[in-house]
């Protein structure tokens, strides 16, 4: 109960604070101006329903969804969450303990009949309120702009949509784990923003940047083959595939891939990335949305290891802040 209560207080103290109201101000406008971007297409698809395959480049994922105006939509606004969900929850998590330790609030909530655990978890719970509060609002945004292009709403897209919305908040709220473990690991909170920040921007759009090269130099250097050889025939374009393949690039390639792949395991973007194509997965035969447990089965290790991100730094948090003295 008294998490509970602690958990208002920051929820009430984060909504109100100019940093939460300017970044979903930023938020909400890059959702207008996405929508607004594919308004043709949204209402051209209106009442259809195909499947095509995608992929989300800064997140190494990709596979078939059903694409329909609701999944097209929200897709786009969850994928600019994609880099600022995670800006916004690492930033609400960078200065939660720490600030309130330079500022000697913390003793003062420490004088009240109250635990550290119920401090800590009270903050964790307010701040990942403000993260769904945000999500919803993107959320109920879009639905009203469809709405007011006369498109009409699917009842399976609105479910798939609310799914996608739950992973996005296991994925913002795995940024505000890392950004209070740093909160306890540094006592100043303007270190720690800076540190929470660079991180985030380095996760989002560098990493999967360089996942590429590092995987290059892992592997080595390209193997020599010899040039190849095109079948060519009268009046026929050249054939684009070699006629003699060279099996020591076919084996670096794979081995590329591989490391690739192991690479964009250790970030939380790509786990992301593969729950929303779970979400709205959709079968190419048929046309449609696949059931929703085999949808869900997709992305079922994606979400193990996503909690196991969410989880780690935030134990981590806990223990250092169970064991810091606040004064």
């Not at 076919?250 to 790509?270: A, G, S, V, Y």
Request: proline share 5%; charged share 15%; net charge negative.
């Amino acid at each position: 109960m008294k998490e509970l209560n602690i958990a208002f207080k920051e929820f009430y103290s984060s909504i109100r604070s100019k940093r939460f109201i300017s970044l979903l101000a930023f938020y909400l406008f890059i959702t207008f101006f996405f929508n607004y971007s594919i308004k043709d297409e949204l209402i051209t698809r209106a009442g259809q329903i195909t499947v095509g395959y995608t992929s989300f480049p800064l997140s190494g994922a990709e596979g078939a969804i059903a694409e329909t105006p609701i999944s097209i939509s929200i897709t786009g606004n969850l994928m600019a969450l994609l880099v600022f969900g995670a800006i916004i929850g690492i930033a609400l998590g960078a200065d939660a303990i720490n600030k309130e330790i330079e500022e000697g609030t913390a003793k003062v909530l420490m004088s009240h009949p109250i635990y550290k655990d119920q401090v800590i978890n009270g903050k964790f719970i307010g701040n990942g309120m403000a993260l769904f509060l945000i999500i919803m609002t993107g959320y109920i945004f879009s639905m009203a702009y469809l709405l007011l292009l006369g498109i009409p709403l699917d009842i399976t897209s609105i479910l798939r949509a609310l799914i996608a919305a739950i992973f996005t908040l296991i994925y913002m709220m795995t940024f505000l784990s890392i950004g209070i473990m740093l909160s306890t690991l540094l006592k100043k909170p303007e270190t720690a923003m800076l540190l929470a920040i660079a991180l985030a921007i380095f996760l989002t759009l560098i990493y999967p940047t360089i996942v590429n090269v590092v995987a290059e130099k892992i592997v080595g250097e390209e193997p020599h083959c010899p040039p190849s050889v095109y079948r060519v025939e009268k009046e026929q374009p050249v054939y684009e595939a070699p006629f003699n393949p060279c099996p020591a690039m076919k084996e670096w390639k794979n081995r590329k891939e591989l490391w690739e792949n192991r690479l964009f395991m250790l970030n939380p973007t790509h786990h992301y990335g593969q729950l929303i194509i779970s979400a709205f997965a959709g079968d190419e035969v048929v046309q449609n949305y696949l059931p929703l447990g085999e949808s869900l089965s997709i992305g079922f290790n994606s979400l193990a290891v996503l909690l196991v991100e969410l989880l780690l730094p935030f134990t981590i948090a806990y223990m250092r802040f169970m064991t810091s003295d606040l004064s």
